[in-house]
């Protein structure tokens, strides 16, 4: 069996420690804020983004070149291994698109490898979860097919729910109308958000006040695993770590989950959420 190299994109927003520790290779996204354009997980913390959104600042992201995914997989393809690459969603992002014709570029250049690129339809730690799952089964000694087979049998398993606190945020974004945001932001209504199966946002319920929101979120991830309690639960948040940390109590209180990994949105996810954002994700019988 050839050796396979598993690679992400820097939307998954596991903690960078984490992803440098098991040497990891991320092809990253674009954040452009404050006249500068920066490489998503590489070049900007989390305290200096959510700094520059409280600032006033607005940032503007877009998803990585074919060059610069070719730059991260060849050194890989040199040392005669092969690549399964777990994209971000297409349904929010052309970055799928890119992996896709950097891979073919490659395979012109390295016909004798694999190199193999799916569309997770996950976004954050939604992609982060799958990433985490694939990551365990490689160590298990599964081949880069068994691995592959096992992600798309299992990619619309990945449950997000979100809640996001700036609906100006949301608006921006094009996802609801400019006086939905003002009259929502009135009366303190905070959209919870799922990723459906296309990989795309969608605003599902709304809940009246923070806690109320944070509490509605666990409820719907115990809901949606029907009593099969999952083996990890991921938190991204924006730049909110009392409240995380909250969420997460919540979840080893309701669903017995003691496996809980929390971190900070990355500047490309958090650009479009804002800070204050805050989400569970988990995997569930489907979405």
């Known amino acids: 069996m050839s050796e396979y190299v598993i690679t992400i994109n820097s939307t998954s927003d596991l903690p960078k420690e984490w992803v440098w ?3 990891i290779p991320v092809v990253p996204l674009n954040c452009t804020i404050g006249g500068k354009t920066y490489r998503d997980m590489y070049d900007l913390t989390a305290e200096e983004f959510y700094g520059m959104l409280e ?27 092969d690549i399964l690459h777990l994209s971000f969603t297409s349904g929010l992002s052309g970055t799928y698109n890119s992996m896709c014709i950097a891979a073919e570029e490659l395979r012109e250049k390295y016909p004798e490898r694999k190199i193999v690129v799916i569309d997770t339809l996950c976004a954050s730690m939604g992609e982060g ?17 068994e691995v592959a087979q096992w992600v798309e049998e299992n990619k619309l398993k990945i449950c997000h729910f979100f809640m996001v606190e700036d609906l100006n945020h949301l608006q921006k974004g094009g996802r609801i109308s400019k006086t939905a945001a003002v009259i929502g932001t009135m009366v303190q ?4 958000i799922c990723l459906d199966n296309e ?20 409820d719907m991830a115990v809901e949606a695993c029907e009593g099969k309690m999952p083996d990890m639960v991921m938190i991204p948040h924006g730049n909110c770590p009392e409240d995380a940390a909250y969420v997460a109590e919540l979840v080893r209180k ?9 971190n900070n949105l990355g500047p490309v996810i958090g650009g479009h959420t804002g800070a204050g954002m805050i989400a569970i994700v988990c995997m569930a019988d489907h979405r």
């Open 254 to 262: 309701k669903m017995g989950v003691t496996n809980v990994m929390m």
């Open 21 to 23: 520790e098991r040497e």
């Open 199 to 218: 990989g795309k946002l969608q605003i599902i319920r709304k809940e009246r006040g923070r806690k109320k929101g944070m509490n509605k979120i666990v």
């Open 55 to 81: 600032n006033g600042e607005m940032a503007v992201t877009s998803q990585p070149s074919p060059q610069t995914a070719i730059d991260i997989l060849e050194p890989i393809l040199k040392k005669e291994k």
């Open 189 to 192: 209504i905070k959209p919870i």
């Open 129 to 145: 979860l799958l990433d985490y799952k694939a990551l365990e089964l490689q160590k298990e000694g599964r081949s880069l097919e």
